[in-house]
Structures are given as structure tokens and as C-alpha cells.
């Protein structure tokens, strides 16, 4: 982890004891079931301005210095919150203009929170001064381990300031009248601007959904101005704590409402450059009843993937539940032993934390049945508070892995602009894009066989993987396509897909059909687009086996390509579905059509040989059970995790010892159901 002297671990998280002034017990009893449940660190500050400063200019830190006293007391840590992602009310109603105004233009009132204007130079001023106060405060305090900025920043602000900005922000970019015009289409149903003054954010009351590359910028906008906001608060911490890393917590990025992930609108890869550390907030849906637990397991593996992705380097899981997370349809508990699992497979894919929200169960308000360390019953002898502690106790036995490293050499493609713009196409199957969902599938063949993935963006350094994947990657810049021809002219495999390289970074339809960089890559012309309704397939033979296609037929010509598969029905039967291109030294596949993971595993299993990606340590891969490996000082270490409620025989290839016995371990290891065993390879 950048810059921070622990070299264990973390377990802990939000801890709110300014909630439990009036209960002194309750505050005694915190500290022993901390030090007993193996808590080393707590997140203290998130949303507690009001604490902090309850009216304007009056302060009071006395409950803050006693809990550092105290978390000193126990050799604990503290990630320190600043207070900006709930502003007080007295502050509301003493400047309004720091309340967000929403897409309709109303300015919402107090309350809530992440709701405040980014634009505001008041409230601006108002965070400067009190995170001047608490890095001044507490800088040099030896409990304070990093800053944690803010509160998952989201969100968008329609107001005049913020308008002003965009303006300014569209002036910059396009320079003339002509040029905006043009690359946001705006003669379409005429929406042409004669004057700057002219432009407002895209809103539901005028435009937006209808000039995209608009609705794009507005996206990128949106993306720069909570970066700037962030980096303005960075610079007071920095210019205080030069020493202290410094992390905003980031959400999942899915488009699944059904599975209550939230939709996060910024580009996190543009984000992430500004932090110190990248943490995340891990919220699955664990005994679920619409997918087995592997299946969770592995869309979960992904995100973590993506989140140690954005910098090559562990990142923190800054929040997750230690049973319920109250705000699902159905707040189901963990079983005895998910919660050892999931937590452990945070850290086996990369993770040096495992944080909670929260600490202690709230009395009252709307997260009061949220899953917490300490629940209601303040008691020890609560199943939850003993799976928390036996967890610690693990944790504090694999120390020796934090900070380990990940070598993937298979990586996916996604760009947040990319995504963005496929999903608000008014085209193709509206409920079938599915775009993170497609990657997912991908992902899943790899995570299946333990075969470590990353997931990059187009401008990563790509070299350094054998096989990149890039699927459904709908906007490409030109300089993406060059990076991928670079990437497969130096010898890389490259496997891409349908609804590829359509448009433009101003969400422009390329003209004259498929670029013809990409015509030369993949050794195609792509020639129509099907789309089938629910329950519609047609058939693809590849090799002696047939495949069902659904959702996206395409219709495409091989020019120098070598057709692999071929559409079996319909008006276009007989044509090519998949087809395999050599381009310099490397190969690039394009797989026209959408398929099951039947046909994707069949495809990845001879570039799988090839490439010799396959895991040498498990002998036996199945898909309920994962393995995931991290490296540190020449030693790799290896998670065993049985997602399923069967028992599972694993066979090792290598000799390796059990990381928290020391003990040898045999060449065959039997896994009951959900357990975890972490080894190193001897
Ligand atoms: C988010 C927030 C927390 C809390 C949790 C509950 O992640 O950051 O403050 O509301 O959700 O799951
Ligand atoms: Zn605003």
C-alpha cells in the first residue's frame, strides 16, 4: 500500500462515537470489543460535521481527541474522514447556494447528504477551513494512518454556478460556435447554438438523451468537477500531511439495478490518478436467490480486479458488511462462514483491508438494521461478532501477504466512455446491451481456471499482457484502434466482438462503415447488424460443435481473415460468425455474434494452450472453487475458496505450505464448504 508504515492487515471501519456521547458504557464497551474482535483500525469523521462544528464558528473536537486518546490507547489506527459529504444545516440555511440544484431546477433543502454544490466557492471555503483544522489537529496524532476524502462522491448539480462552469468548461473544449455545433450534431431537430450563453447543462426539461456527445461531455464534466472538488480538499491535507496517503472511497460501476449496484457516473480511471490508495465499497448480494454463490463470487472477483486494476496496486476495501446490507430488497444475513469467505477473498484478489460499515449498529435512523461489528445486543456472544473476530485472528496469521502484487497476463478492456455511450444508444436491444455483464461472462472463463485477469483501459500499457480481451468496445478514438494494432503488430492476441469501434469520441457513427484500421486488424467488413428479440437464435457451427446465438447477429465479410465459425440459418447463413486475423507478429479474433459461455470456453481453451496461461498450482480447476494468487518478495501465495455448500477435492501441482500453520500441506486438500486455505507455495 503506498506510503503507510503497517505492514499488516487493516480490519475495522466507520466507527461513529460521537452518535454514543450520551452513553459512556456504550463507548467503554467499543474500546474492549475492538481490541477483542481484532480491530485494528477504525474510519472515524465520515458525515460528522455537525459533531464538529455544530453551529457556525463554534467547535467542538473534545470527543474527537478522546477517541484518538483512546484509539492510541489500544496501538489502534484511524482513517480520517473529512466532513464534505454531509454539510450541517445551519450551513444551508445560511448559504443556499451550497445546496445542490436538480435536473428540474429545484435547490434541494438541507439535509441528506452527498448533496452539496461542487461549484460553490462558499462551501469550498467552509471545507478548506475544516479540514485546515483537522489535519492541523490531528497531523501529526500517531493513530492517524491516512485521509479518506469525503464520502463516495456522486452525483451532478444543476445550478447557476455550476452551469457557468459547464459553459466554461464547453468553451475550452470546442473554442468556436462551428466546431461545437458540429461535433455535438446540433443541427439534429435544431439544436444548433448561435450564442455560449446559450448552453445549459443537458436536463430532463430541455435537452438531454437527444444530442449524446452533449450528454458525454456533460458525463466528463461531471467526472472533472468532483475531481477538481476532490483535489482541492487533497491540496489542504497534502500541503498539511505531505506524509498522510490519501483515498476517496469509490462504488461498484454496474448497470444492474436488479441486483441493487449502484450506477456510478464517473470515470473512476480518470479519478483514480488523483489518490494515494484506491479504495472501494463492497456491497454483493450473497445468498441471493437469482445465482449459485460461485456465480457472485466471481461478478465480485471482477470488481475487485477492476479496482486493483486502476493503479497495478493493492487497494483497501474501505467498506463492506459484516452480515446484512439493510438497503437490499432483502436483507439477508451471511451464513456462518460467508462472511471468513468473502472477506478473504477480498484479500485474495488484492485488498489489504477489510473495513465495515460500521462498527457499532446505529439506534436509530435508516441504517439502523444494517449489519454491524457490535450489534444491538452489545454482546460478544453474538454469531456476527465472533465471525468478525475469528476472521481477525486469520488475518493477523497471513500478515506477511500484505502488500502482495498481482502478474495477470490476460487482461479486459473496459473505458467508462465507451460504456457510457452504448448504454445510452437508442438502438440495438435496449435491454440487452449489457455491456459489463458481456465482459463479466469473459472474465468468468478466466476466473473459472484460475488464470489471473486485470481489467484495463485502452491507453493501460497493453504489452505487458499475452491476451487482451475487448469485447463490445463501442466508442474507440483513434488512438485506441492504433494501440490495439500496435498491440497485436508486437505479437499480442487480441479477441473482440460486435458492436465494436462504432463511434466516435464525440459519440459520432464512424462513416463509411467499420474503421478501416479495424478492417485491416481483424481482417473484416462488418456489413449488418441483427437484432433478435428475447428467445430468438440463430445457430453457429464452430469447429464440429454447434452454438445458439442470441440478443446480436452481425453480419460480416472475412477480407484477409480465416472464418473459425459460420452462421447455420437465416439470410446470412453460411457467412462468417467468427474469424481469426494474423496482423504482425500476433492474432486478432473477432466473434460476430452474441454466445454462451459454452461457446467461450471452447473458443479460450486452445489460445488458453498457447499462450500457456493456465494455472500450474491447482490440477483440478473447478468452477466452485477459486484460487487467486498474490506475489511478494518471490513467494506466491495462493487462496483456496470453496464457494459452494459442497465438499471439494483440490489437487496441488506444486509442494506448499499452509501460511497460517507452517505446516506442509498434502497434494490433495479437501475443501468443505466455504472453507479458505491460504497457502504458499514451497
Ligand atoms: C455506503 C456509505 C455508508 C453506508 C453504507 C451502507 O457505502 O458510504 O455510509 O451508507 O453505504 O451500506
Ligand atoms: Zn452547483
Redesign the pocket.
Known amino acids: 500500500m503506498a506510503k503507510t508504515n503497517v505492514n499488516y492487515f487493516l480490519h475495522g471501519g466507520?466507527y461513529n462515537p460521537d452518535h454514543w456521547l450520551q452513553y459512556p458504557d456504550i463507548l467503554k464497551d467499543d474500546l474492549k470489543m475492538m481490541k477483542d474482535g481484532k480491530i485494528n483500525t477504525v474510519t472515524l469523521g465520515?458525515?460528522d460535521w455537525s459533531s464538529i462544528e455544530p453551529s457556525k464558528g463554534h467547535y467542538n473536537f473534545d470527543w474527537l481527541d478522546k477517541i484518538f486518546e483512546d484509539i492510541n490507547k489500544i496501538g489502534g489506527r484511524v482513517i480520517l474522514a473529512t466532513p464534505s459529504?454531509a454539510k450541517p444545516q445551519w450551513m444551508s440555511k445560511e448559504y443556499p447556494e451550497i445546496n445542490r440544484v436538480d435536473g428540474n431546477g429545484i435547490r434541494h433543502t438541507a439535509g441528506f447528504?452527498h448533496n452539496h454544490c461542487f461549484s460553490s466557492p462558499i462551501y469550498r471555503r467552509e471545507v478548506k477551513k475544516i479540514d485546515t483544522m483537522l489535519a492541523e489537529r490531528y497531523g501529526k496524532n500517531p493513530a492517524l494512518l491516512m485521509w479518506h476524502v469525503s464520502?463516495?462522491f456522486s452525483g451532478e448539480c444543476y445550478c447557476d454556478l455550476c452551469a457557468n462552469n459547464w459553459r466554461k468548461w464547453v468553451k475550452n473544449k470546442y473554442q468556436t460556435l462551428e466546431n461545437l455545433n458540429e461535433s455535438w450534431y446540433m443541427n439534429f431537430w435544431g439544436g444548433a447554438y448561435s450564442n455560449w450563453g446559450e448552453i445549459l447543462p443537458p436536463n430532463p426539461l430541455g435537452e438531454s438523451g437527444v444530442h449524446e456527445g452533449m450528454d458525454l461531455d456533460w458525463k466528463r464534466f461531471v467526472t472533472d468537477m468532483t475531481i477538481d472538488f476532490y483535489d482541492a480538499e487533497a491540496k489542504t491535507l497534502r500541503e498539511i500531511t505531505p506524509d498522510i496517503p490519501i483515498t476517496t472511497?469509490f462504488?461498484a460501476d454496474g448497470p444492474d439495478k436488479d441486483k441493487f449496484i449502484p450506477k456510478v457516473d464517473l470515470d473512476y480511471s480518470k479519478f483514480a490518478k488523483h489518490l494515494d490508495v484506491v479504495s472501494w465499497?463492497s456491497?454483493p448480494a450473497w445468498h441471493n436467490n437469482y445465482e449459485s454463490l460461485a456465480e457472485t463470487a466471481m461478478q465480485v472477483g471482477y470488481v475487485h480486479d477492476q479496482f486493483y486494476s486502476l493503479k497495478h496496486q493493492p487497494f483497501l476495501v474501505?467498506?463492506s458488511?459484516p452480515s446484512q446490507?439493510?438497503?437490499m430488497p432483502y436483507a439477508k444475513s451471511k451464513k456462518p462462514g460467508m462472511h471468513m469467505l468473502s472477506s478473504m477473498q477480498q484479500i485474495a484478489h488484492g485488498s489489504d483491508s477489510t473495513l465495515y460499515?460500521?462498527m457499532r449498529q446505529g439506534r436509530a435512523g435508516s441504517?439502523k438494521y444494517?449489519g454491524a461489528v457490535i450489534g444491538h445486543d452489545n454482546s460478544e456472544d453474538n454469531r456476527v461478532f465472533k465471525e468478525v473476530a475469528e476472521y481477525g485472528k486469520r488475518l493477523e496469521k497471513i500478515s506477511e501477504i500484505q502488500g502482495a502484487v498481482k502478474e495477470p497476463r490476460v487482461a479486459i478492456v473496459y473505458d467508462w466512455e465507451s460504456n457510457w455511450t452504448l448504454n445510452s444508444a437508442v438502438g440495438f436491444g435496449r435491454p440487452t446491451k449489457l455491456g459489463v455483464q458481456t465482459l463479466q461472462k469473459h472474465y468468468s472463463i478466466f476466473w473459472g481456471q484460475n488464470i489471473p485477469v486485470e481489467i484495463v483501459r485502452p491507453d493501460d500499457d497493453l504489452s505487458k499482457y499475452d491476451l487482451l480481451i475487448a469485447p463490445m468496445l463501442y466508442l474507440q478514438t483513434e488512438d485506441t484502434m492504433s494501440s490495439l494494432q500496435n498491440y497485436v503488430r508486437n505479437g499480442g492476441t487480441l479477441v473482440s466482438s460486435y458492436l465494436s469501434g462504432m463511434v466516435d469520441s464525440n459519440d459520432r457513427v464512424y462513416l463509411g462503415g467499420f474503421p478501416d484500421k479495424l478492417q485491416k486488424l481483424f481482417g473484416i467488413k462488418t456489413k449488418e447488424m441483427d437484432t433478435l428479440h428475447p428467445n430468438e437464435h440463430n445457430t453457429v457451427k464452430f469447429g464440429y460443435t454447434k452454438y445458439r446465438t442470441h440478443d446480436y447477429d452481425e453480419v460480416i465479410e472475412a477480407t484477409t481473415g480465416n472464418v473459425l465459425a459460420a452462421y447455420q440459418e437465416d439470410f446470412f447463413k453460411q457467412t462468417p460468425a467468427v474469424v481469426e486475423n494474423q496482423f504482425g507478429k500476433g492474432k486478432a479474433y473477432y466473434i460476430a455474434a452474441r454466445m454462451g459461455r459454452d461457446f467461450l470456453k471452447d473458443f479460450y481453451e486452445p489460445i488458453i494452450d498457447q499462450l500457456h496461461l493456465t494455472d500450474d498450482f491447482v490440477g483440478n480447476p473447478e468452477y466452485e472453487v477459486s484460487c487467486q494468487t498474490r506475489i511478494k518478495n518471490g513467494n506466491k501465495y495462493h487462496f483456496l475458496m470453496n464457494f459452494s455448500e459442497a465438499t471439494h477435492t483440490v489437487e496441488l501441482l506444486k509442494p506448499a505450505i499452509d501460511v497460517e500453520t507452517g505446516e506442509k500441506v498434502d497434494s490433495t486438500i479437501v475443501l468443505r464448504k466455504y472453507e479458505v486455505r491460504v497457502l504458499r507455495e514451497a
Do not use: L
Open positions: 466507520d465520515v458525515f459529504g447528504r464520502n463516495e472511497n462504488m465499497d456491497y474501505m467498506e458488511t446490507v439493510n438497503w460499515f460500521q441504517e444494517h
